[in-house]
C-alpha cells in the first residue's frame, strides 16, 4: 500500500503576499453592508463582537445600539456579520475577526487548512501566478498568496468579489506587506470571460448552488455548475489545473489523466479535489486525505483498490474514513490492517487484533445483539443502558427513531452498530478504541 505523509503548507516566506485591486464594483449589496468598506464601520463591528464576548446578547445590542442612533439596517448588518464571524473560526480560527463573510460565502468557503494544501500544489510545481476563478470570499487566493504564488482572483457576484478584495485587503494590513511581495487583482467577472495572459495555473470552485449570497440551493445537475465542467475539463487541457468539487461528485465524470483526491476534515468528507497536469502526481489517480488534530494524512493509489475479501467477525470492527470509502481505497486499508469485510458490499471491516490506523475508527466488539426491537430492547435494558449511540451501514433504520423506540432509561453508556455480517442483520454492542 502506498501511504504518504500528506504534504505540508510551506511556511510563507518572508511575509504574506501584498497585492492591488482592479474591479468596477457595483453600488448594489444589502442594507447597511456599506459600512463594512470603512475603516469607520469595522471598528463599529470590532466593538460589536467585543461586546458579544463579554457576554451581551444580540437583543440588547440591537436595542442599545438603536437607542445610540444607528440606523436599523446598519444595526441588523453588525449583528449579521458579527455572527458569521463567530461561526466562521472553525474554519478560518483567528483570521475569521479580520474577515468579511456571506452567509453562502462562509458555507462554500475552503478550510483555511485545505486551501493551503491546494496552494501548496501550485508552488510546488513552479506556478508563479494563478487564476482563481470563482473566488469566492478569497480564501483560496489568500491561502496562494501564503506560499508566495500571486493571483488573479475572479468573481462573477459583485459583493461577493467586493469582499473578497477587503480580505485581501485585511489580510495585507496585518501583515505589513511589501509592493515585492506577490500581488493579487480582483475583477469582478465572468470565470469564463476572464482574462488568462500572464497566467501558468488556475484553480476553480465551480458554483454548486443557486446565485445568491444567503438560502441558496444545491445544483444536482454538474452541467449546471457555474462554470461548467466542460469549461473547466478544456482549460485542464492547456493549463496546470486545479478544481475543487463537492466530496459525493460522480466518479464516472473524472477524466482519464486526472488525479483525484477526496478530503476529509474530523471525519468529515469536505471535497473532492481533481488536478491536472503538473499539478497531478505520478503514478496516483486515487487518494484519501484525512486531516486530523492538526496532522494529515494519505493513502494514495495508482487506481480503485479492490475490496478485501468477506471474514468471520473478529473482535476488532473498523469503521473507514469517508475519504477512504469515496476513494474506493478500502481493500488497502484492509490489508494494512490485516482486516477483511464483515459483508459484502458494507463498508466495515473486522480483524482479531487492534491496529491503531488515522483512516478509521476502531471499536472493540462485546457482544452481537439480536436485531429485533424488541429482543434488542430488552438485551439493552439488561445492561443498564440509557444513553445510546447508534451508528449502521446496511440497515434501513433510522437511528433517531429507534433510539426513541427503545424507550432506554439506563445509567450506563453505550455503542450500536446496526450493520450485516455475511449478510444476516446484527446489532454489535462496541466500544471505541
Known amino acids: 500500500m502506498a501511504h504518504h505523509a500528506a504534504q505540508r503548507p510551506r511556511d510563507a516566506r ?131 498568496l501564503a506560499a508566495g504564488v500571486r493571483v488573479r482572483a475572479v468573481e462573477i457576484d459583485p459583493l461577493t468579489s467586493r469582499i473578497a478584495a477587503a480580505n485581501l485587503t485585511a489580510a495585507g494590513g496585518a501583515h505589513g506587506l511589501s509592493a515585492e511581495l506577490p500581488q493579487a487583482d480582483v475583477l469582478t467577472a465572468d470565470a469564463t470571460e476572464a482574462p488568462l495572459d500572464g497566467v501558468d495555473g488556475v484553480f476553480l470552485d465551480p458554483a454548486r448552488r443557486t446565485r445568491g449570497n444567503r438560502d441558496t440551493r444545491r445544483l444536482a445537475n454538474p452541467d449546471d455548475y457555474s462554470p461548467s465542467l466542460s469549461f473547466a475539463f478544456t482549460l485542464a487541457e492547456r493549463l496546470p489545473t486545479g478544481i475543487k468539487l463537492g466530496p459525493g461528485f460522480e466518479r464516472e465524470l473524472i477524466p482519464a489523466g486526472a488525479e483525484a483526491q477526496w478530503v476529509s476534515v474530523g471525519g468529515q468528507v469536505v471535497e473532492t479535489g481533481l488536478w491536472f497536469g503538473p499539478l497531478a502526481r505520478a503514478r496516483i489517480t486515487r487518494s484519501a486525505l484525512v486531516l486530523r488534530r492538526g496532522e494529515a494524512h494519505e493513502l494514495v493509489s495508482e487506481a480503485d483498490a479492490d475490496d478485501a475479501e468477506t471474514r468471520p467477525l473478529g473482535e476488532v470492527l473498523y469503521e473507514p474514513d469517508g475519504a477512504v470509502i469515496r476513494a474506493r481505497l478500502i481493500g488497502m486499508l484492509a490489508a494494512d490492517l490485516d482486516a477483511g469485510m464483515v459483508s459484502d458490499g458494507i463498508a466495515y471491516l473486522t480483524a482479531d487484533r487492534f491496529v491503531q490506523t488515522p483512516f478509521a475508527q476502531a471499536f472493540r466488539v462485546i457482544d452481537t445483539l439480536p436485531a429485533g426491537e424488541k429482543q434488542l430492547r430488552k438485551a439493552l435494558q439488561a445492561r443498564d443502558i440509557g444513553t445510546l449511540e447508534i451508528k449502521k451501514r446496511g440497515a434501513n433504520i433510522d437511528p433517531a427513531a429507534l433510539r426513541t423506540r427503545l424507550r432506554l432509561r439506563g445509567s450506563q453508556s453505550a455503542t450500536l452498530v446496526m450493520t450485516r455480517v455475511a449478510g444476516d442483520h446484527v446489532a454489535l454492542l462496541v466500544e471505541r478504541l
Open 14 to 144: 518572508s511575509g504574506p503576499s501584498s497585492f492591488t485591486t482592479s474591479a468596477a464594483f457595483s453600488t448594489e449589496m444589502p442594507a447597511g453592508w456599506e459600512l463594512f468598506f470603512s475603516p469607520e464601520g469595522l471598528h463599529r463591528l470590532h466593538e460589536v463582537e467585543s461586546a458579544m464576548a463579554q457576554g451581551e446578547s444580540t437583543t440588547q445590542l440591537g436595542v442599545r445600539l438603536r437607542a445610540e442612533g444607528a440606523p436599523g439596517d446598519e444595526v441588523a448588518a453588525l449583528l449579521a456579520q458579527a455572527s458569521l464571524r463567530t461561526k466562521a473560526v472553525t474554519k478560518f480560527g483567528d483570521r475569521a475577526r479580520s474577515m468579511l463573510f456571506t452567509q453562502a460565502g462562509l458555507e462554500q468557503a475552503s478550510r483555511a487548512e485545505v486551501a493551503a494544501l491546494h496552494a501548496e500544489r501550485f508552488a510546488t510545481a513552479g506556478c508563479t501566478r494563478v487564476a482563481d476563478l470563482g473566488c469566492g470570499i478569497g480564501t483560496e487566493s489568500l491561502a496562494l
